[in-house]
């Protein structure tokens, strides 16, 4: 007999019927979600909790009037929208879909307040920063930044049950040592130095445990955890060591996804299983063994190896790493050489066999490591990076 579909991977189905197909891409600043949150309908409350050093607005989006508190937050670091678009995306379906099932069930056993954009400034500038160059996710403990204090605030008012905190990762990071992307990694911080697993930290285990268990259906393979070495600055580990069981989520890359739309939907269906744990105590049914079987993080890949390269009449690997540049409200990707060695022993996104041919910049000159190649020549024909 077919088994019934849990009712929170029901309403991943109907993706497509509530995203937000305006927002798009990596670049989203508060001007990109002004709109949507004016208009997030009746059974959501929109508060504004502070501003930022600049002055932009920061809200929080609430709703549910359950027992159990989640406090989530996204674009903490300014440059890492994935998460805030997801986030939307939920409260798109929350809106359209009052009747469903898992729709009731959060309304019912759930407070869910998100700040959807902790950091606006760093978003605008698309930098980890906010405007007076710190790191939020550093300041948990010293607190010394408008936007820290605006969470901790939150935190201390809210008193969640558990914390959600929201994040994008680079490309290079592989789910374990397989040359699998990490489009999805998770993380339960340490709550001391000995990294000991106190009740707290069992539970966010048993509920990321439960998450992955949900996500395998849509990226087997592609979901990693991150180590846990403790540092008693970054927000996810001040809260967990209060006792608030607490989770990091971070989204990564899927294959030709640079602009994270794959990964968007990946994060969505995430989130709302991390609801539905919660919601439902299904997380009650996992172990620590079960949080501990998912692969480590680790750095194992480029954006692209041109391998078997002839560079000045010797055979190498060319490795190259895009770096993002924002330009004319838009991020541009620029192949940047990092490496050009013998035998470049990573994976990458996109791989290239150039069996021995030359290959040099579309000026003619030599290949050299730092350049940025958006086109090069692979025996005198143009091959286009990206
Ligand atoms: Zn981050």
């Not at 930098?127 to 403990?141: E, G």
């Not at 009650?284 to 063994?289: D, K, P, R």
């Amino acid at each position: 007999m077919k088994q019934k579909q849990p009712v929170h991977l029901d309403l991943v189905e109907k993706y497509d019927q509530f995203k937000n197909e305006e927002i798009r891409g990596r670049y989203l600043t508060y001007a990109h979600i002004e709109k949507f949150l004016k208009d997030v309908g009746d059974d959501c409350d929109l508060k504004k909790i502070g501003e930022s050093v600049q002055g932009a607005p920061i809200h929080s989006l609430n709703f549910g009037s359950g027992e159990l508190k989640i406090l989530a937050w996204s674009q903490m670091h300014g440059n890492e929208s994935t998460t805030t678009k997801a986030i939307l995306d939920i409260f798109s379906a929350l809106k359209k879909f009052p009747d469903h099932p898992f729709v009731q069930q959060i309304k019912e056993k759930i407070s869910f307040r998100v700040i959807p954009m902790l950091n606006p400034d760093g978003a605008k500038a698309y930098t980890r920063l906010n405007a007076n160059k710190v790191d939020l996710n550093r300041d948990a403990f010293e607190l010394q930044e408008k936007e820290s204090k605006v969470l901790r605030q939150e935190f201390d008012h809210f008193d969640p049950d558990f914390c959600f905190n929201l994040h994008d990762q680079r490309t290079i990071f592989s789910a374990g040592s397989k040359p699998f992307p990490a489009t999805l990694s998770f993380l339960t911080p340490a709550m001391n130095q000995d990294r000991e697993i106190l009740p707290s930290r069992t539970i966010s285990m048993k509920v990321i445990a439960s998450i992955t268990n949900d996500l395998k259906k849509f990226v087997p393979n592609q979901i990693g955890r991150y180590d846990d070495a403790y540092n008693i600055n970054c927000t996810g580990d001040t809260f967990q060591t209060r006792g608030v069981p607490t989770i990091l989520f971070e989204a990564g890359h899927y294959n030709n996804d640079y602009n994270r739309e794959t990964t968007r939907k990946y994060v969505v269906a995430a989130i709302l299983s991390g609801l539905n744990a919660i919601a439902t105590k299904t997380w009650e049914s996992f172990t620590v063994e079960d949080y501990f079987k998912i692969p480590e993080n680790q750095k194992l890949f480029y954006d692209v190896i041109l391998r078997n390269a002839r560079v000045k009449g010797k055979i190498v690997d060319i490795a190259i790493q895009f770096k993002e540049q924002l330009v004319d409200e838009k991020i541009n990707f620029l192949p940047t050489v990092e490496k050009i060695e013998p035998s470049i022993i990573f994976y990458a996104h996109k791989e290239v066999n150039c069996n021995g041919d030359e290959v040099k910049k579309i000026n003619e000159e030599e290949l050299h490591e730092n350049d940025i190649v958006n086109k090069i020549f692979l025996k005198s024909e143009v091959l286009i990076i990206i």
